[in-house]
């Protein structure tokens, strides 16, 4: 693990929140500013998915319906792409883990390589406009896992299997939560101050309002 009093290696950040909480967009923004690697697991499997392989059509059975990528094959994925990167800066992982279960074998994973997550970032925004948000992405992309009643259950999907981990990160003082209400860039600043913080102290702040 890594307490708040130790140094970490790598600046490995964890970024998670409800679909529609903006993650993707300050993840990127996080790769860009700190020079860091963003590991996205929802890219990864549409990418999977457009393949066409026969890993690619199970994936999709799964995320099609609003439901969860099995913990084994996400797992798989993800040591595949960090094995070997030990000289990297560090990472974003964006969308993973999302449930107890994958932090834990998580942890496990990077502690081989002495490589743990640092910082743990909760983007918070209410279920009505994390709701308005899912909807009008729909209606621009298409995608056919953003319909009315697919949003619906990722939404309870993630209340019931990734809302954990927010007790399980505060048990390691790795946790800052922060509100996604706010436009882009002021979330961004929060973001920033969080991780700067971090780096300067090498401890996290309980919330940042």
Do not use: W
């Not at 929060?190 to 940042?208: G, N, Q």
């Amino acid at each position: 693990m890594c307490p708040q009093n130790i140094f970490c290696k790598m600046l490995n950040l964890v970024i998670f929140g409800p679909p529609g909480s903006g993650k993707g967009t300050q993840s990127t923004k996080i790769v860009d500013k700190y020079n860091l690697t963003h590991l996205s697991t929802g890219n990864l499997l549409r990418e999977k998915m457009e393949s066409e392989t026969p890993l690619g059509k199970e994936v999709r059975q799964y995320i099609d319906k609003g439901l969860l990528v099995p913990d084994d094959i996400v797992l798989k994925e993800i040591q595949q792409i960090i094995n070997g990167q030990d000289d990297m800066p560090g990472f974003v992982f964006d969308g993973f883990p999302r449930t107890i279960n994958q932090a834990e074998a998580f942890d496990r994973m990077l502690d081989k390589n002495s490589t743990p997550i640092c910082l743990v970032i909760s983007v918070e925004v209410d279920e009505e406009e994390l709701f308005n948000r899912l909807m009008g992405r729909s209606e621009d992309s298409g995608r056919s896992d953003d319909s009315d009643e697919i949003i619906r259950r990722r939404l309870e999907v993630y209340k019931k299997q990734t809302l954990p981990l927010i007790s399980y990160y505060k048990s390691q003082g790795k946790i800052v939560a922060i509100k996604g209400m706010d436009p882009v860039d002021k979330v961004f600043g929060k973001i920033c101050h969080a991780i700067d913080t971090f780096l300067h102290s090498r401890k996290v702040l309980p919330v940042v309002d």
